[in-house]
């Protein structure tokens, strides 16, 4: 007999392989950035997925559905900001289709993350001073290291 947390992450395990597969995205084996693997990124061109593995809880189901969603909702021309929230919102979407809760805090950093960008985007748009905009920059890459 499994234990049920034995068997929770099981189910996480194929659901984070079912979303994969069906979307034809693929998990990265190894590369040369693999130091920025433990924070995420997606090659929204050749539908490839750079992420640790191992997905035993729900945020870093969430963490690996959000990848896979920025190559599901990748469009051209679309913002950084629009990215990052057309990506979150798929994910969460996936993880509400498989009855799984959103872990609330992981969506809260989301959030505050992509309204940061947003304003950052405007911000640039509009002209405003370079030093601000470099500030802001700052502010992501260290918010980045968090993962959003
Ligand atoms: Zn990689
Ligand atoms: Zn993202």
Known sequence: MRSSSEQMTMELHAIVHYELSANRVTLCAK???AGSHHRGFADVENRVIHLDRGYATRSTVLR?????????TY???MKR??????SQRW???????YHLPVPREAQRRARIYIARMARWGRNIAA????AAAEATAAAYAAREDEGA
């Open 81 to 86: 900001w629009e990215r990052e929230q057309a």
């Open 64 to 72: 690996a559905l959000h990848e896979i969603g920025h190559v599901v």
């Open 127 to 130: 002209g405003r001073g370079k």
């Open 91 to 97: 994910a969460v979407e996936t993880m509400r289709k």
């Open 75 to 77: 469009k051209p021309g």
């Open 31 to 33: 590369c040369e950035r």
